[in-house]
Each structure stands twice: as structure tokens, then as C-alpha cells.
């Protein structure tokens, strides 16, 4: 039986649109891939990650997922395709989410921007995105 | 003589509240305090940082300021108050900032995020100011 | 009213000698210097990182430590003054927390070993606690 | 020749079943593998990091390789497939070398962790290796 | 129209035979991979980090191209092949892109540096390049 | 009875005027003062540092040092002053340290570029070193 702070987590996905009627699985991308590993790792992004953080009043989604975005392209990781996909569901604009990348040039530097992009650009392509250019 | 560049890095600075008749030397405080070893460090800060990436159209100036935090506090650079600051000069609630510095602990852990959260407590406590809490 | 996540969390922190009658209030050091900005910091540490984490089963409460240290002097964070302590609290021998951080020589370098091994110093030197040299 | 410390470091080699009658050649995988570039980087290896550190007193074998993973994992370095088979060599269960990478979360945050459990999940599954889970 | 600093950073990447006859569009492979998504990403490139950084006196083009390796490499980001292959150009000798590489061993570990080895092993590799070793 | 090897490590200590007839003992400065903790961890710095690392061919004794505080700069790691130090005594100009310090800018960032010139001008200024600007 799922918990409160489950069914917490498993609401703010709903909000998120990243689990819905078309996609009721989708939360399972997000560490169930490790159930033969660690069965309750699902449970701790489901109630820490998205319950208790992406639950939290402060900030909105929008501002959410371009701060998960950032913490992630400075730290050197560049799997953000999931988070740019959540960025697009929220409603953040293809330009926003270019600019909130570029934004981290004169504090990470280049190669890490440059590594972030390319992600970014993996999913404008496959959902057929442009960005609006001057 | 000042370069375009460096008229718009200042133009951004001024619009962001950095630079202003109380402050009119607001920008000094950045790369200036290192003239003695590098005179073009300022221009580098300035044209670039400001003029270029800050000046950038794409993402608003809250939006840049919670990017900006994020990369820094992601790394594990925990020298933010100036972007504190300047988070406060461009509208964003303390409940924002607080909000963004905790978004990250998912991404990147607990310790970073607790010494940024300490540079946070440090403006906050000098400028008065409270986090509104339920 | 505490949740059980909070009461398993503690339970850890008893557990691991971090609050006891002498320290009633020990785990207030941990997450509950930030109550004025966010309150909820607290839970997330005491339920999250103690109760979800350092209750799950799998690794003893020395191992766990050793990993924590590891975690941080890996990632050029020094200050695990804190998790020493635990350390020596779960019955870590200090040779053995000495030896943890020397064995992240080749894996992260001399600069982080050297700067964690200043914590350990300072709690040894606190604690009167001596490591046996040949 | 070889030196001694060379001989040293290859004895260490052997204790953690990484050269044996099967696998006479184990240890040509770490450095060897740039021989073109520094045939003197196999040395630094077997002399330094298993001489040197890994033949070093203090912690065990099991809490060496434990802290060893936590040190790249946290670091953003994948690429533990070797350091686990060597905790299998040395009698971690696999439920301890899943749990050390989930500890990590707390202070690495979950990407880290997750790429991490990729390079488990490859080993565990190439040896057949299962996770008990309740 | 090209702006001033623009043409400087061109100037720079002939200099350094990034740009010549044979490879009139050299500079392109830097940042103009993203022209769909932000066309001015190229410029930040050319003006900034050529024609400011690499364009500014202080060290030799050598140093240069040695300081941007270790920077990468240290940081955990392998991707040096066209630092590689600029070293080449300004004239490294292949015992000097190695000895770099190798001299981060004590100060980022051995993950890094076999991790940077690998790009060089690789453009050494395309390039018919051997190290002289005795 | 010293190693051959810590032999070799004293050598390249005095080669590079970090031991002399002034500093006998210039070399306890490093990881001697963790004598307490581990003995044996200044033979790891004299033998494998600096006997096998630095006493290394391949890249002269200038190149070793900027490559060295490169390696510190880029991973945040700000405490340079002592190869800040070295660079002085090996030749280096305070031209060559400013500029390769700056020259991290596009790889790293400013916030740690500015955190590795403050070392450097924290030494400068001990020493009444002048950096020659236009």
C-alpha cells in the first residue's frame, strides 16, 4: 500500500503531466529501472525528489526545473533530456530553456554548456522544436 | 575609452540595480579588486558576463539570478551573496531564493546546499530580512 | 505531531549515539540551524538522510560512514568534522578512519585528502584521540 | 627488473585475486592499456595505488573497495565496472555494494547515483549476480 | 558585418592554424554545431574565448593549449581531442600533451587522467603520432 | 634509511628550490603535518608527488607548475599559494601566473578563476611581486 508521502509524489507528477492517461507508467523511467537493484530507490525519488522537493512551495515549476536543469549542466552531468522534456510540459518556452543554459557560460564555462546544448538539442529535435532566432 | 561592449555590460548593470547613483561604483566590486594583477579582468566581467550573457534575451533577469545561484551552489561554490543581492534588487522573493537553493538538494545533496543556505542566512540577516514560513 | 518517517529517523539518530540524555537536542545541529528559512529542512534531513538512508539495511554503521566520508573528501567538500564523530561513535577505529581518507589518494588526489584529513585532525586533537603509527 | 615496490604492489594485486593462475595478466588492464603513450604509467599503478595505498594498513580490504566507489561515484565518475568485481573478488554481498551506492545519495544527489547503479547493474548482470530484496 | 572583436578572434584561430586554406571553416566546428539553437553561442566563442583569452598576452600558445587541457581533464571533462590536436599545431611535442596529462595524477587522481589519455590516445592514433619513450 | 625513491623526491625538491641551505626542511611543509596521522603519507608526497610526478620527463619544470595550479583552479580548489610559490622559484614571470589563471576563464568560470587570483595576489603581495600591465 502506497504511503501518503507516495501518493504525495505521485500527485506532483500528475501536475507535472509526467505521469497521465497516455503515459500512466511514466514515473516508472525514474529509478524503477533499478528494481532488481534497490526495489525502494523508486520510492525515494517518487516521495523525496518529487513529494517533499518538487512539492514544496517557493518556487514554480517553471523556475523548478530550469534550477534542476542548471544544477546539473554545472556539475558536469549532461542527462537532462528528461528534465528539458518536463521544462516543455511546464511551459517553459524553447528560448527559455536555451537561454537558462547559455546562462551558465561565465560560471561553469564552455565544454559543460556546450555538453548541456547538445541534450537539449536531442529533444527539440525528436519533438520537432525550433528555437526563434533573431 | 569605453568600448560598445562594455556600454552595454554597464547599461545591464544599471538595469539590474547594480550600478546606480548610490553605487556609482557598484561594478567595481567585480574583477576590479583585481586591477593591480589584470586591468581587462573588469572588461572581461563586464562585456561578457553582463554585456553579453546578462544582456542576453531568452530568460528574465529572476530567472537568471535563480540559474545563476544554482550553477554556483552546484558546484560547490557556496560565495553567493552577491547574487543574493541581486536577486533581491530584481524581485525575488526571499521564499524564491530559499526555494531554489533547496530545489537543488536532489541533484546535487545535502552539504552544498547547506553552505548555501549559510550564504543566504548572511544577507538575509544583514538586510532584515524574513523568510515567510507556514 | 511527528510522522513515522520522522520517529524511524530518529530512532537512526539514537541508534548511531548522535542524540542521547546528554544530547537530547543533538540532531538540532543537523538541518535545524536553518529553521528561519526553512523549517522543513529539518525533516527532510532527519527523515530522508537518517531515516530513509542511514536505516536502510544492506551496509553496517561503519561502512556507512566510511562512505560518507569518502563522498565528500571526494567532492573537495572538507567539512566532515561532524561525520568523524559519528565515526568514532559507531566504533570506527581512528586508524581506520585515517586510512579511509589516505585511500582516496589515488582517486581524487593529494589537495581533498590533505583537506579532510584537517578535520579528522582537529576532531582527534579535540577528543584526545591518538592513531597508532609504526 | 622489478622493483621492490613493484613486487609489493603485485603481491596486492594477488591478495585481491586480481592476477591469478587465470588471469595471469589481470593487472595489464589498469595502465597497461597506454603503454604506447607512458609505459611507466603501469608503475605508478601497481607501485603507488596498489603498493603503496591498497597494501597499506588501517581499513580492509572490503572497506577499501567500499570507499573507493564512493570516491568516484560522488565525483561523477561512472566508471566503477573493475571496483566492482574486485568487492565481489574481496566478499562484499552484492546487497552492500548496492547499499554503499545508495548511501551516496544524501551527499551526491541522484544523478551521480543513478549512473553509478548502471555500472552494478552491468557487472551483476554479466556474473549472474542477484540482490536480495525483501 | 563583423564586429572588431570578432575579427580579432578570427585572427587568433589563424594564428593558431585553427582556420587556414584547407580548413577555410575550421572555426565552425566551435559552437556553430548550435546555430539552431543559439546562433550567437559562435560568437561568444570566436570574441570571448579567442579573441579575449586566447588572444590575450601573458603566456605562449603552448602554455595555453596546456592550461586548457588540465583544466578539462581535471575537471572530469575528457573531451580534449581538438585541445589535442591545437597542441599539435602550436607545437607540443606528443611527450609534452602526455607529460601534462600525467603530471595531474597527484592532484585529481588516476580516473581523470586515464580518462584524458584515452582523447589523446585517440587523435595520436588518427594522426600517426608516436611518444618517444626510453 | 631513506628510499631510493624518496632519494629521487629530495632530488627534484632541490632542483626546484623548494629544499635549499634556507629551508632545510621546505619539504616538511608538505603532508608533514599530518605526521600525527600518518606517517608514511610524506613518503607518498616526496616518493610518488614529487620523485615519480614531478622528476618525470616530458614537460620542463614551468610547464609542470602551471599545469599544476591549472589542475587546482579548474576544480575549485583555491589553495595555490605554495605552487604559486614554486612558479616564482622555477621562473616563472608574474605575467605567465596572472595569465594562465585567466586563462582557465572559458573552461571553468569565473568564480573560480577569481578564487585562484586572490591566492595568487595574496603571494604577490607578500613578496612584493608587481604584475606589468599596459
Redesign the interface.
Known amino acids: 500500500m502506497a504511503s501518503e ?1 507516495y501518493e504525495k509524489g505521485m500527485d506532483v507528477l500528475k501536475d507535472f503531466n509526467l505521469v497521465d492517461q497516455h503515459h500512466p507508467e511514466g514515473h516508472m523511467d525514474i ?1 524503477a529501472g ?1 528494481k ?6 523508486e520510492d ?2 517518487v ?3 518529487f513529494g ?3 512539492g ?4 514554480d515549476p ?3 526545473v ?3 536543469m ?8 549532461p ?1 537532462i533530456e528528461m528534465h528539458v522534456k518536463t521544462g516543455i510540459k511546464v511551459g517553459l518556452t524553447p ?2 530553456i ?3 543554459i ?11 554548456v ?2 548541456g ?1 547538445k541534450a ?2 536531442k529533444v ?1 529535435s525528436e519533438q520537432g522544436i ?2 526563434k ?2
Chains 1, 2, 3, 4, 5, 6 share one sequence.
Open positions: 508521502r529509478g533499478f532488481d537493484l534497490a526495489p525502494d530507490l525515494f525519488v516521495e523525496f525528489a517533499d522537493i518538487y514544496r512551495e517557493g518556487i517553471k523556475q523548478k530550469l534550477v534542476t542548471a544544477s546539473l549542466v554545472a556539475q558536469g552531468i542527462q528560448e527559455e536555451v537561454g537558462a547559455i546562462h551558465i557560460l561565465p560560471y561553469a564555462g564552455f565544454p559543460k556546450l555538453n546544448l537539449v538539442q527539440f525550433t528555437v532566432t533573431k
